[in-house]
C-alpha cells in the first residue's frame, strides 16, 4: 500500500510559537492533501482539503489564518499552527489521496501529537 | 450533508466471541462506504469499503460488512474475533470528489 509520512511525531511547544507539521506522500503523487484533527476519544474532523499549487479549502469554522496549509508539491503538504495555544493541542492527522471514482482511495498518516505548554 | 453515526463508543468482547460495530450514515446522495482500524499508536488503515456492486464487501482478516441502503447502514462483523483485533474501529462515508467524514470510532476491546 501508498505510505504517508509526518513529521514530526510529537511536538511541545511554548504558547505563542508556531509550529510546522510535515506531511510527505513517500511512493506516490497524491492528487489532493487532506489535514484532519482528532481530539481524544472523538472522532477525526476534517480541516482542510488542498492541492497541489492551490489554495487550500477549509472547513466551516477552522481558522484559516491560524491553520496555515502550504501545498507546495504533489508529495508534501505542510500544516503550520501559527501562535499556537493550549487549546490547540491536539493530534493532527494528514491524509492523501490518489484516483479517481472507484479506485480512489485516501492513505493516512501516522499524526502528530502537538502539547502546547 | 454527509454524517456517520456509530452507535457503540466501547465494544468489550471476550476472545473467539462473534462481534458488530454499528454504523449508520446519512446523505441525500450516492455515498462510498469505508471501515478503518487505528491500532495503538499507529496510523489509520483502510480494513473494507463499499463503493458498488455487491453489498456485502470483506476484508483480507475476517472481517465483513453489509451495506444496507434501505437502513443506511453499514455494520462491520466478525465471526470470531482475536486479542490482536483490539484497536479503534472508524466508520467513514465520502461523496464522489468530497473527503473523507468519520463517525466517532468505537474502541473494540478483545480479552481471553
Known amino acids: 500500500g501508498a505510505v504517508v509520512s509526518q513529521h514530526p511525531s510529537r511536538v511541545i511547544c511554548k504558547s505563542g510559537t508556531s509550529v510546522k507539521i510535515e506531511c510527505r506522500s513517500l511512493?506516490?503523487?497524491?492528487?489532493?492533501m487532506f489535514w484532519y484533527r482528532q481530539f481524544p476519544k472523538q472522532s477525526l474532523m476534517l480541516m482542510a482539503t488542498s492541492n497541489e499549487g492551490s489554495k487550500a479549502t477549509y472547513e466551516q469554522g477552522v481558522e484559516k489564518d491560524k491553520f496555515l496549509i502550504n501545498h507546495a508539491s504533489l508529495t508534501l503538504s505542510t500544516l503550520t499552527v501559527t501562535s499556537a495555544h493550549p487549546e490547540d493541542s491536539s493530534f493532527y492527522i494528514c491524509s492523501a489521496s490518489r484516483g479517481t471514482g472507484g479506485g480512489y482511495e485516501q492513505f493516512f498518516g501516522p499524526g502528530t501529537r502537538l502539547t502546547v505548554l | 450533508a454527509q454524517s456517520v453515526t456509530q452507535l457503540d463508543s466501547q465494544v468489550p468482547v471476550f476472545e473467539e466471541a462473534p462481534v458488530e460495530l454499528r454504523c449508520n450514515y446519512s446523505s441525500s446522495v450516492s455515498v462510498y462506504l469505508f471501515w478503518y482500524v487505528q491500532y495503538p499508536n499507529q496510523g489509520l488503515q483502510l480494513l473494507l469499503k463499499?463503493?458498488?456492486?455487491?453489498?456485502l464487501v470483506e476484508s483480507i482478516n475476517g472481517f465483513e460488512a453489509e451495506f444496507n441502503k434501505s437502513q443506511t447502514s453499514f455494520h462491520l462483523r466478525k465471526p470470531s474475533v482475536h486479542i490482536s483485533d483490539t484497536a479503534e474501529y472508524f466508520c467513514?462515508?465520502?461523496?464522489?470528489?468530497?473527503?473523507?467524514?468519520f463517525g466517532k470510532g468505537t474502541t473494540l476491546s478483545v480479552s481471553s
Open positions: 463499499y463503493l458498488s456492486g455487491s453489498t
Open positions: 511512493d506516490f503523487q497524491a492528487t489532493t
Open positions: 467513514a462515508v465520502r461523496q464522489a470528489g468530497t473527503a473523507l467524514i
